[in-house]
Every structure is written in structure tokens, then in C-alpha cells.
T-cell receptor, first 118, second 108 residues
Framework: GAGVSQSPRYKVAKRGQDVALRCDPI?????LFWYQQALGQGPEFLTY????????KSGLPSDRFFAERPEGSVSTLKIQRTQQEDSAVYLC????????????????FGDGTRLSIL | KNEVEQSPQNLTAQEGEFITINCSYS?????LHWLQQHPGGGIVSLFM???GKKKHGRLIATINIQEKHSSLHITASHPRDSAVYIC??????????FGQGTRLTINP
């Protein structure tokens, strides 16, 4: 079956432009995560959805970052008025329904969107 | 200090060698993950464990909860094992907290 799909794979934008990054999770996966990975670093958490509900957005670095998942499937990460420090790979992951508050499921990652801000 | 620390940061070895990558964490966890990332960005989940040891092919992952330490071992390493290996933890939440990764290069 299809894995997590992200588009575009590469995005170049001028400083100050708005960008939108798309994530198609694995069909039926309840949980969806966005992570940001700077060059040479490990990924860092941005935000988490359970179905359409955004349960945790503590990792979003500023109010220029906005994420949504209106129908509980496809998600969009939007960055307004981009700045050079936004240049990174943006990773989306999805996972199946958790079995309880202390159980976890493996996360399935997309190939990421590499964003370059000039 | 990062909540998840990996060592070494870079590792180069010859084909056939036994490889060990270490991960230490400073928070309580509900699960620990080992992930593989190839050039181009794609991340693959190798293991998720909360105790003991898991084995898949030439890969073995162990965890010691008391010592807050995990290791990933690769037996009979091969050039196709060259990648970045990342340790990540669930610390009581669904989101993952990642280490910085270990870049492994296996030379033929």
C-alpha cells in the first residue's frame, strides 16, 4: 500500500513569501506529526494531530507557522513571511491508533519537503 | 544538554565489521525508536522497544531502562548499511524526541 506522501519534494522561495507543504498520511492513520530537520541535525517536533484535532502545537517556532488537518486525513503546514532560518527539511509522519495513554505506535515517515529560503 | 544523546556522531568501518551505536536519554520514556535515514531524507523505522532486546536480520537493538541506555548493533556490516541512524524516544507523549543521529559509512 501507499506510504506517507509529501509534496512538493523541493521548494525554493524568496524571503517574505508564503509557502504551503502538503502531507498525505497512510490511509486510516489517526495520528499525524510534523517535524523540522535542520541540516546535520536530528528532527524536531513541530505539531501533532489526532484525526482533525491539533492536540499539540508546542513545537511551532512562531505564529508564522500554521498547520491544519480539516478532514482528519491530508494535512497542510503553512509558513507565512518566510525567513532564511526556515530553511530545513519538513518531515511528516503518521501512525495508527494508539492502544492506550502509555502505548505508542511506530511512526511512518514521508520523504520530506526540502525548503530553501533565498 | 539534549534529552537524547547519541555516540559516536560519525563512524566509518570496513565491510564485515560489527557495528555498535549508542543512545542515552535523560527523561522517562514509554518507548524508544531506532530509525534509519538515507541521503535524500526518507526515514525508515527499524525498531520500537520498551524493554529487552529485538532482532531483525543483521540488526539488533537492546535497551536498559535502569541505565537509560540503548544500543543498535549491526552484524556483518555491508556498504548498503551506510546511512544516518537516529535514536528517538516517546517521553510519555505521542511526539518523538530525537537524537542528532550517527552517520555510518561502511567501506567495501
Amino acid at each position: 500500500g501507499a506510504g506517507v506522501s509529501q509534496s512538493p519534494r523541493y521548494k525554493v522561495a524568496k524571503r517574505g513569501q508564503d509557502v504551503a507543504l502538503r502531507c498525505d498520511p497512510i490511509s486510516g492513520h489517526v495520528s499525524l506529526f510534523w517535524y523540522q530537520q535542520a541540516l546535520g541535525q536530528g528532527p524536531e517536533f513541530l505539531t501533532y494531530f489526532q484525526n482533525e484535532a491539533q492536540l499539540d502545537k508546542s513545537g511551532l517556532p512562531s505564529d508564522r507557522f500554521f498547520a491544519e488537518r480539516p478532514e482528519g486525513s491530508v494535512s497542510t503546514l503553512k509558513i507565512q513571511r518566510t525567513q532564511q532560518e526556515d530553511s530545513a527539511v519538513y518531515l511528516c509522519a503518521s501512525s495508527d491508533r494508539d492502544r492506550g495513554p502509555t502505548s505508542n505506535q511506530p511512526q511512518h515517515f514521508g520523504d520530506g519537503t526540502r525548503l530553501s529560503i533565498l | 544538554k539534549n534529552e537524547v544523546e547519541q555516540s559516536p556522531q560519525n563512524l566509518t568501518a570496513q565491510e564485515g565489521e560489527f557495528i555498535t551505536i549508542n543512545c542515552s536519554y535523560s527523561v522517562g520514556i514509554s518507548a524508544l525508536h531506532w530509525l534509519q535515514q538515507h541521503p535524500g531524507g526518507g526515514i525508515v523505522s527499524l525498531f520500537m522497544l520498551s524493554s529487552g532486546k529485538k532482532k531483525h536480520g543483521r540488526l539488533i537493538a537492546t535497551i536498559n531502562i535502569q541505565e537509560k541506555h540503548s544500543s543498535l548493533h549491526i552484524t556483518a556490516s555491508h556498504p548498503r548499511d551506510s546511512a544516518v541512524y537516529i535514536c528517538a524516544v516517546n517521553s510519555g507523549a505521542q511526539k518523538l524526541v530525537f537524537g542528532q543521529g550517527t552517520r555510518l559509512t561502511i567501506n567495501p
